[in-house]
Structure formats: structure tokens, C-alpha cells
């Protein structure tokens, strides 16, 4: 895999977390009883989120008072082993591979809790005649 892919492997799952946000969100105000178990999903998902992207940056001064997190730190990787005609030094390939490792964990991670989460949110969906979150 090339480290493009990393990131935007990092950023799917950033951009699906937010998109199933938004729509139990909304799902929440027709179905009531889909509070409960959305927060506890969503608490989880967040934490997924959390490790893959700084949520607090807001402005430029951000990254100066907030750490940079995997996302971005594949994507500096990626930066470092792009500037120069040598190839990646094997510092960068060790990098590569602990960050890959950590992402990888992530997506573990990410697909257990959306698998679970699903089986039990989707079941209350379709009961209250919603769409299902894929």
C-alpha cells in the first residue's frame, strides 16, 4: 500500500464517522429510543476519531496547542519520503511500518465497533420505518 492510501484509509474513517454523527443525530429526533444506545456508539466512534484526527483544530494556531494525530502524521511521513531524488531512508520505512501498525489497529477497531453498533442501532431503524446506516 502507498502512503497516499494510509491517509486517505485515516480519512474514510473520519469522514464515515461523521456521516453516521449526522444521521443518528437527526435519526434521534424521530426515534427517541435510539438515544441510548446512539451515545454509547457514538462515545466509541468518537474515541476512533479522536486517535485519527485532532478534532480542536479550529485555526492555524491549533496544531501549535494540539497534538498532531495518525492522519496527519502519515501524511508528514509521506511529505518526508517525497522531498529528494534518494529513496526513503530506512528510518522513514520503520516510521511507515509503526504508523501502518497503529492504523491498522485502528481499523480493527473501527469495524468491530461498527458491526457491533450496527446490529444493535439498525434493528431500531427499521423499526421506527428509517433508513439503516451502513
Do not use: C, W
Not at 520505512?93 to 442501532?121: C, H, P, W
Amino acid at each position: 500500500m502507498k502512503i497516499r492510501d494510509e491517509v486517505t484509509e485515516a480519512n474514510d474513517m473520519v469522514t464515515h464517522i461523521r456521516e453516521v454523527r449526522a444521521s443518528l443525530t437527526e435519526d434521534e429526533k424521530k426515534a427517541p429510543e435510539l438515544k441510548t444506545p446512539s451515545d454509547d456508539f457514538l462515545k466509541k466512534l468518537s474515541a476512533i476519531e479522536e486517535d485519527l484526527y485532532q478534532v480542536r483544530n479550529r485555526s492555524g494556531q491549533d496544531p501549535l496547542n494540539f497534538p498532531i494525530k495518525l492522519n496527519n502524521l502519515i501524511a508528514a511521513l509521506g511529505r518526508s519520503v517525497m522531498q529528494g531524488d534518494g529513496a526513503p531512508t530506512a528510518q522513514a520505512f520503520v516510521v511507515y511500518n509503526e504508523l501502518t501498525a497503529r492504523l491498522q489497529q485502528q481499523k480493527t477497531l473501527y469495524d468491530k465497533t461498527m458491526s457491533a453498533g450496527l446490529a444493535q442501532i439498525n434493528p431500531i431503524l427499521e423499526q421506527n420505518r428509517l433508513p439503516s446506516i451502513k
